[in-house]
């Protein structure tokens, strides 16, 4: 089956910084990949969706300056978390859909991310 | 923003019993699915039901759609301890087109003690 890859998986950094996160769809090429923030003990929230090459767009309440997404190839999206705050630590989770997919979506196995 | 409400929230049973949860959505749906989530990691696809559809099995999954009520049923039979995770259903709305949006339910936390 297809095969979605996080990195890291886990990061802890410190208030102020920037911590970048990638997607890789190992297998298939990732016309369309997905961002979802969970806290804990909570369900997925979509925060942006991204096509290759082109701009994402952002779910409503997500602050585009602040998470900023790349998907610059078929095969990688990268989430950058900027000024990072405490509440920004969240488990994100990213996913990817492309032509010839089986299932509407691929989950990698999520980042936990922590800042201190 | 959240599409839909499952039930029970959290659900503890012994192994070898049936677990059953339930969700609800509220618009029209181009299909449903269904997801696992052991702890403090991704998501695994289980199983998915289009709108057409009424009743769908895979191994012992078995997962029930009435579009009239707007609600899915996921029955897991002869439960394990392994079966211990959230289960979350996924709506991708009618709308979506071809973004294939998904909208995550709030989640069924199953704990099946041995």
């Known amino acids: 089956g297809a095969v979605v890859s996080q990195h890291p998986s886990w990061v802890i950094c410190k208030s102020g910084t920037s911590v970048k996160i990638e997607c890789r769809s190992l297998?298939?090429?990732?016309?369309?990949m997905f961002w979802y923030r969970q806290f804990p003990k909570q369900s997925l929230m979509l925060m942006a969706t991204?096509?290759?090459?082109?701009?994402?767009?952002?779910e409503q309440g997500v602050e585009k300056d602040k998470f900023l997404i790349n998907h610059a190839s078929l095969t990688l999206s990268t989430l950058t978390v900027t000024s990072a705050h405490p509440e920004d630590s969240s488990f994100y989770i990213c996913s990817a859909a492309g032509a010839g997919a089986t299932y509407e979506q691929y989950f990698g196995p999520g980042t936990r991310l922590t800042v201190t | 923003s959240q599409q839909g409400e499952e039930d029970p929230q959290a659900l503890s049973i012994q192994e070898g019993e049936n677990a059953t949860m339930n969700c609800s959505y509220k618009?029209?749906?181009?299909?449903l699915q269904w997801y696992r989530q052991n702890s403090g990691r991704g998501l695994v696809h289980l199983i998915l039901?289009?709108?057409?559809?009424r009743e769908k099995h895979s191994g012992r999954l078995r997962v029930t759609l009435d579009t009239s009520k707007k609600s899915s049923s996921l029955l897991i039979t002869a439960s394990r301890a392994a079966d211990t995770a959230s289960y979350f259903c996924?709506?991708?709305?009618?709308?979506?087109?071809?973004?294939?949006?998904?909208?995550f339910g709030s989640g069924t936390q199953l704990t099946v003690l041995p």
């Open positions: 618009t029209s749906i181009n299909n």
């Open positions: 297998d298939f090429q990732a016309t369309t």
């Open positions: 996924a709506t991708r709305r009618i709308s979506s087109g071809s973004a294939r949006q998904l909208t």
């Open positions: 991204s096509n290759e090459g082109s701009k994402a767009t952002y």
């Open positions: 039901i289009r709108s057409n559809e």
